[in-house]
């Protein structure tokens, strides 16, 4: 009890010094439960979406899940038989077929998509009586012809639309146009997809090419009968009529809730990652905290020790209120955890993602694991201090405040450090040495945190030679005063070690991730330049539908128009062993529009009748030589012999490994109608014509929005954007980390301005100005934040290299550093020290020298 009075005294009594550390806790733990609350009220979104939109029972054609988006683009479906089939089945309500198709974009009279902007599908399909359990048609009514159709309320309000408007559905079978005569309501949230609605003779003539098919059948159970027993009666009824996927509503639910759970799990995992991170920049400042609150009450503590406190008792005092602490910041953690989580919502709205507040989901084990995560972790971050505080004598209480260092802790604490940097470097080294980009990668983690680590353990000895030449080059011009500002700085190198390495941590990251991702650019850039003959890519996020193929093809300008297809095919080499990875069927210009590398024959022979070409590793790993025969089981077509006609390099980031064919070779083996479209088309304007051709080409394709047309320029802007907009998110959840440091710089400058004030009312009365004072702060913060920049840089800049040496195995052979990144984060550093030093450079100037020269 007297342990825990003495706590709660010291903590309320130094509350203030405790704040910044409370902070740091609360942000890491509302990080941690902001990504679980999000996480978990997206599911339940997707979760109440699911169930009421499942019939009892649902009957579909059986698919590997690999095949779940059909080749050809139109998708599996069922005769009107089965329907039929199944409405004898024993406790059946009743029966109604389904048309459903995600291959679909909507376009209105000026040829804007109508679909989501954040990823969320087009759905077409037709209207039952099944779609009532999870929507009201709120305004018009159902479509009942072939001109007319209906939209979510959702997509009306997003894009304006209104009764009598005319929408253009492009699909895989082709164009159709109608009117829209309903609006429907989603009852639940809908996250984003677009929806829209026809008659049922409608959807199967237009989305699946012909009549009397379903892609699904919907079965409805009498009453009294459970959907497990339905189940059972209609795959007894259907057995021997063909293979089908019979699902109860909860299996059907459960499918799909496991496919978004995959997606929403590396969203999860991802920001979790990142809130660690926070966590362990944090502890730098919870250790700085407690050291120099212990230090700042070495005396307190001896008289403790001196008056019959065990050093188990002091221990537990000082742990105690590192528990109030984290218990402190994880309560108001976990609230404001609530917060970032609807604030997420928002912005996920704003990007046309809907999530409702009235989803919000908090279970129980949430604030469970913020509490416990912000609380073992203050407080094992405060053990160190705690059993430093233990070892305090009785004697310590006649000397002035401040514990003495342990000379034999600190070398042995440089030699481990040198120790696990060296053994970093080493794994770095192998990492780079390596031949295979899988293997090196886990011995880059490993080389990444032992580095990381080792630089925390011998931050300080690398922080007296590092400070004293950042202050030669920057701090020597300010005189005395920066010479003052340097010897604090170099006072208590542990402190400033703790202190920088919490900063070295975010922008050791920022500076890896730069170095790759500027890496990726140019090495991608420099393919295309070496590689890519054609002048025009088009491609989209869905494979091109052969009316915009046919719309492409007769664009004026063009020399030549190029098919480029991807096909599910097993291949069985010499060797006897098969390989299900595809093939790719291309027409022969192919050859000019991507210019591969060949180790053995002529690619253009590849695209001669029943050839083909194979990959350099293939060739290696099964024997192949320019000859041989392999053997090809195309999916949902014949088996071909091709003759490899030529063996392609592998050392390339485009189309690495791919298998050639051509065109005609495909079209002799596979039926007309599972022949898939094209994936992507590959253009070559008429010589001196490429401006004609390109603006003609977009004006061709412009009916089509789903399709982005980019000449050379275009793809290597997009490329670089792409990459670009990674690197800032990223950037962005690195942002917290780097806060966390910041405040650490704040929460030692603070402290140490309380612990020097007897010192800095001694230089105040021999002459020191206030303005001087303030200064020498500043300089001492901008030396401490640019000690941590230097070897979070220097330390990231080296990771990025190492990365790079892996994806170069992959084809992305340069290696670039963003030097005015990197420069820029140096620089931005400096600007981060001052921001630190304002309010502690501030309270230390309005200090009554008087009352400052007084204090013990």
């Not at 059948?217 to 339905?230: K, R």
Request: net charge positive; hydrophobic share 45%; with cysteine.
């Amino acid at each position: 009890m007297t342990v825990l009075k003495t706590s709660l005294r010291n903590f309320f009594a130094h509350k203030g010094r405790m704040a910044l550390s409370a902070v740091a806790v609360l942000l890491s733990v509302a990080f941690v439960c902001g990504t679980l609350v999000f996480t978990d009220t997206m599911n339940t979104t997707f979760d109440k979406l699911f169930a009421v939109t499942a019939s009892d029972v649902t009957v579909s054609p059986k698919v590997a899940k690999s095949d779940e988006t059909p080749q050809s683009g139109v998708p599996e479906s069922l005769p009107a038989s089965v329907l039929d089939k199944a409405r004898q089945a024993e406790g059946v309500k009743s029966v109604e077929g389904g048309v459903s198709s995600m291959n679909v974009t909507v376009v209105d009279s000026d040829n804007e998509n109508m679909g989501s902007s954040t990823g969320a599908p087009t759905i077409a399909g037709n209207w039952t009586s099944n779609d009532l359990r999870s929507m009201d048609i709120t305004s018009g009514h159902a479509p009942r012809g072939p001109t007319e159709m209906m939209v979510d309320a959702d997509t009306a309000d997003k894009h304006h639309l209104k009764l009598g408007d005319e929408l253009r559905t492009i699909a895989q079978t082709g164009d159709f146009r109608a009117r829209i005569v309903g609006i429907a309501t989603f009852k639940v949230t809908n996250p984003g997809a677009a929806v829209v609605y026809f008659d049922t003779a409608t959807a199967q003539r237009e989305l699946l090419g012909t009549t009397g098919r379903f892609t699904n059948i919907n079965v409805t159970a009498a009453s009294g009968v459970s959907d497990e027993q339905l189940k059972q009666n209609v795959t007894r009824t259907l057995s021997g009529a063909g293979s089908f996927k019979v699902q109860t509503a909860k299996e059907n639910a459960d499918e799909n809730r496991q496919d978004v759970g995959q997606f929403m799990n590396v969203i999860k995992y991802a920001m979790l990652g990142f809130a660690g991170i926070a966590f362990l920049v944090g502890i730098f400042l919870i250790i700085n905290t407690f050291s120099m609150l212990v230090a700042q009450r070495t005396r307190e503590i001896g008289l403790m020790r001196a008056i019959g406190s065990s050093r188990r008792q002091v221990n537990r005092s000082v742990l105690v209120e590192a528990l109030l602490l984290g218990v402190l910041g994880s309560v108001l953690g976990v609230g404001a955890g609530v917060g970032i989580a609807i604030g997420l919502m928002k912005v996920m709205g704003s990007m046309g993602m809907d999530l409702s507040t009235r989803d919000l989901t908090v279970k129980a084990t949430t604030p469970v694991a913020g509490l416990v995560l912000g609380v073992v972790v203050t407080v094992l971050a405060a053990y160190l201090p705690a059993r430093r505080a233990g070892k305090v004598s009785p004697m310590a209480a006649l000397r002035d405040a401040g514990t003495p260092a342990d000379g034999k802790a600190g070398r042995v604490r440089a030699l481990i450090g040198l120790v696990l940097t060296g053994a970093g470097g080493a794994a770095l080294y192998a990492a780079a040495s390596a031949d295979k980009a899988s293997d090196g990668s886990l011995v880059l983690g490993v080389g990444v945190v032992l580095t990381l680590i080792g630089f925390v353990v011998i931050g300080p000895l690398l922080a007296g030679g590092v400070v004293r030449v950042i202050s030669a080059v920057l701090l020597r011009a300010f005189g005395p005063v920066g010479r003052m500002a340097e010897r604090n700085a170099l006072r208590n190198p542990r402190r400033t070690g703790a202190t920088g390495a919490a900063l070295m941590i975010g922008l050791a990251l920022v500076a890896c991730l730069s170095v790759v991702g500027s890496s990726m650019v140019a090495s991608a850039t420099g393919e295309l330049d070496k590689s890519v003959g054609a002048d025009f890519i088009v491609q989209g996020n869905q494979r091109i539908v052969p009316q915009a193929e046919k719309a492409m093809q007769h664009s004026p300008h063009l020399a030549h128009v190029t098919r480029y297809k991807m096909l599910d095919a097993t291949l069985t080499s010499p060797d006897g062993k098969a390989d299900d990875t595809g093939i790719t069927a291309a027409d022969p210009s192919y050859a000019d529009d991507l210019r591969r590398t060949t180790t053995q024959g002529t690619l253009s022979a590849a695209y001669g009748d029943d050839a083909m070409s194979v990959g350099s590793d293939y060739a290696k790993k099964h024997g192949v030589h320019v000859g041989d025969t392999i053997t090809v089981a195309f999916k949902g077509g014949r088996t071909a012999k091709l003759k490899v006609a030529a063996i392609t390099s592998d050392d390339t980031a485009l189309d690495q490994g791919a298998r050639y064919m051509s065109i005609a070779t495909m079209e002799k083996y596979v039926p007309k109608d599972r022949i898939p479209p094209n994936q992507i088309m590959f253009a070559k304007a008429e010589k001196g014509q490429e401006k004609q051709a390109y603006a003609a080409l977009k004006q061709s394709m412009k009916p089509y929005p789903q399709y982005q047309v980019r000449d050379q320029t275009d793809y290597k802007k997009e490329l670089k954007d792409q990459v670009g907009q990674l690197l800032n998110m990223v950037y962005g959840l690195l942002a917290l980390a780097i806060i966390v440091a910041v405040l650490g710089v704040v929460n030692t400058l603070a402290l140490s301005v309380v612990e020097r004030t007897r010192e800095i009312g001694l230089l105040r009365a021999i002459g020191l100005s206030r303005r001087q004072l303030r200064r020498m702060i500043r300089l001492e913060s901008v030396v401490i934040a640019l000690f941590g920049a230097l070897l979070g840089l220097g330390l990231g800049m080296g990771w990025g290299a190492t990365a790079q040496k892996l994806l170069a195995l992959e084809g992305l052979n340069v290696l670039q550093i963003p030097w005015g990144t990197i420069t820029g984060v140096f620089i931005a550093s400096a600007f981060v020290g001052l921001f630190a030093a304002l309010i502690p450079a501030f309270r230390a100037g309005r200090m009554n020298v008087l009352n400052a020269i007084a204090t013990e």
